[in-house]
C-alpha cells in the first residue's frame, strides 16, 4: 500500500510569507501528527489529528496551525514565517493514534526562509 | 515536562564492531519506540517494547526496556555500513493521542 505523502518536499520561502504544507495519510489511518526537525532541537512534536479533531498540541506558537479533512489528509500552516522555521516538516500517519502504535512517517518537506 | 534522553550523539565504528545507544527517560513510559533515519531519510519504525525488562531481537539488532521502563537500549552486534543512519528512541508523551517525545539521537557512522 502506498506510504505517506508529504507535498511539496522542498519549499524557498521569505520571512513573513506564510506555508502550507500537505500530508496524506497511509490509506485507513485516521491519525496524523506533525514533527519539526532540526539539527539542534531535533525531532519536537507540533500537533496531532484524529477525526478532523486537533488531539494534541505541542510546544509552539500560535503562528503553527493545522487542521485535518474528513478523509484524513491534513495540512499544517506556518504564517509570519521566520528564520528559525528553516526545517524539515515531518507527517506521521497512524492507524488508531493510540500510544502504542507505530508513527509511518513521510518524506518530509524541507522548508528553507531565507 | 518529560525529557528523553539519548547517548552519546555520535557513534564512529570500524565495520564489524558493536554499537550500543542508550535511551533515559525522565518519567516512566508505557511503551518506547524505536526509529531508524538514513541520511537524507525520514524516521522508519524498527520496533516497540511495552513490558518492563523486556527484550526483543531483530537479527543483530537487540532492543531492551528497562525494569522501571524509564531505560532502553539499542545494541547492533557487528555492525555493517548498511547501518549506518540516526537511532532515534521515543515514548509516549502522556495523554490520548499518539504524541511522541523523541530523544536526540545517536548518529551511527560505520567505516569500512
Known amino acids: 500500500k502506498a506510504g505517506v505523502t508529504q507535498t511539496p518536499r522542498y519549499l524557498i520561502k521569505t520571512r513573513g510569507q506564510q506555508v502550507t504544507l500537505s500530508c496524506s495519510p497511509i490509506s485507513g489511518h485516521r491519525s496524523v501528527s506533525w514533527y519539526q526537525q532540526t539539527p539542534g532541537q531535533g525531532l519536537q512534536f507540533l500537533f496531532e489529528y484524529f477525526s478532523e479533531t486537533q488531539r494534541n498540541k505541542g510546544n509552539f506558537p500560535g503562528r503553527f496551525s493545522g487542521r485535518q479533512f474528513s478523509n484524513s489528509r491534513s495540512e499544517m500552516n506556518v504564517s509570519t514565517l521566520e528564520l528559525g522555521d528553516s526545517a524539515l516538516y515531518l507527517c506521521a500517519s497512524s492507524l488508531t493514534g493510540g500510544s502504542n502504535t507505530e508513527a509511518f512517517f513521510g518524506q518530509g518537506t524541507r522548508l528553507t526562509v531565507v | 515536562g518529560q525529557q528523553v534522553m539519548q547517548i552519546p550523539q555520535y557513534q564512529h565504528v570500524q565495520e564489524g564492531e558493536d554499537f550500543t545507544t542508550y535511551c533515559n527517560s525522565s518519567t516512566t513510559l508505557s511503551n518506547i519506540q524505536w526509529y531508524k533515519q538514513r541520511p537524507g531519510g525520514h524516521p522508519v519504525f524498527l520496533i516497540q517494547l511495552v513490558k518492563s525488562g523486556e527484550v526483543k531481537k531483530q537479527k543483530r539488532l537487540t532492543f531492551q526496556f528497562g525494569e522501571a521502563k524509564k531505560n532502553s537500549s539499542l545494541h547492533i552486534t557487528a555492525t555493517q555500513t548498511t547501518d549506518v543512519g540516526t537511532y532515534f528512541c521515543?515514548?509516549?508523551?502522556?495523554?490520548?493521542?499518539?504524541?511522541?517525545?523523541f530523544g536526540g539521537g545517536t548518529r551511527l557512522m560505520v567505516k569500512p
Open positions: 521515543a515514548g509516549p508523551a502522556g495523554g490520548a493521542g499518539n504524541m511522541l517525545t
